[in-house]
């Protein structure tokens, strides 16, 4: 039993490391603009509202609204007692939250497979992006699969896939504006305020990838504030120290995507009745965080090479 909660808040907490990797470099080019003071009072305030408010808060808010029928607060106490009662009820609304969750990460990997500028790691990468336009029809004819087989199973199904689409896209069109945002935020003359409320805010949006994606390691709200706040806490460690040294492995966003997908992928699948084992989910995180840290690795060898010539 021990180990397989060590197991599952390390692999939430890799993933969510991985998955916060643009949201880091976004902090650090916006942190370069301060002054000491506000660099501190966002780093360790900021660590605060980033761990126990947006991903304190924010499971327990997924959790109740896939059981309408509790109130806030039994949510809160089952997490914690582990009432049988209330935990049949999180049980019956598990299939909602992972084909919610998994539409969800599933649109966030199509989205950067087909439309987001990357570096290449697969010949397949660059061919995809450049039919970048039938990213809209894939993800229609993904949508209206997914909601036929739900209605066929249960109806409330079918309610949840669509509130997954629309949490993508409403996510989605925030993260883009935060894109052409963050020209505005380098001018030194915006205020520091102004700054850091902003951060707060691009951060509760880059969070919700790691707690959606949380649910496919376990249901548990306790663990999955646990692994996703130390997640959150090496985050921005990543953002003071070694934010350079982590760009330079080109590959690192290219895994965090693919493990997004599979873990997507899994939810959806395991909301139809698929079972898969505690450690699946962990281990498919760790071995292809560990393919594309060696894909950087080997890149980084040969652009050496390349300047030795």
């Known amino acids: 039993m021990f180990l397989n909660i060590v197991v599952v808040v390390l692999g939430l907490c890799l993933f969510e490391i991985i998955s916060s990797v643009d949201n880091a470099v976004v ?91 990357k570096k290449y790691a697969f010949f397949v ?66 205020s520091a305020w102004g700054k850091i409320l902003y951060l707060e805010v691009l951060d509760a949006s880059f969070s919700i990838d790691g707690v959606i994606g949380a649910f496919a390691f376990t249901i548990s709200v306790p663990l999955i504030i646990l692994g996703n706040g130390l997640g959150a806490f090496v985050v921005r460690e990543l953002t003071i120290r070694g934010l350079d040294t982590i760009t330079k492995f080109a590959y690192l966003k290219n895994g965090a995507m693919y493990a997004i997908g599979f873990l997507g992928a899994m939810m959806v699948l395991e909301s139809f009745g698929h079972e898969y084992p505690f450690w699946l989910a962990p281990l498919n995180t760790f071995l292809l965080l560990a393919i594309f840290l060696w894909l950087s690795v080997r890149a980084n060898k040969k652009v050496k090479e390349t300047k030795n010539i």
């Open 27 to 117: 902090n650090a080019s916006i942190l370069k603009t301060l002054s000491e003071k506000y660099r501190r009072l966002f780093l360790v305030w900021g660590l605060l509202f980033a761990v126990f408010v947006v991903r304190g808060i924010l499971p327990f808010l997924i959790v109740w609204m896939a059981n309408p029928a509790l109130s806030v607060g039994e949510v809160i106490t089952s997490a914690w007692s582990g009432s049988a009662a209330v935990n049949g009820y999180l049980e019956h609304s598990k299939p909602l939250l992972l084909l919610g969750g998994g539409v969800y990460l599933f649109f966030v990997f199509l989205s950067w497979l087909f439309l987001e500028e």
């Open 125 to 190: 990468e660059g061919f995809i992006h450049r039919q970048g336009a039938w990213f809209y029809a894939f993800s229609s004819i993904f949508t209206t699969a997914i909601i036929y087989f739900s209605l066929q199973q249960n109806p409330t199904l079918a309610l949840a896939a669509t509130i997954g689409v629309s949490a993508f896209f409403i996510t989605d069109g925030f993260k883009k504006n935060a894109e052409e945002q963050e020209k505005k935020l380098l001018n030194p003359s915006m």
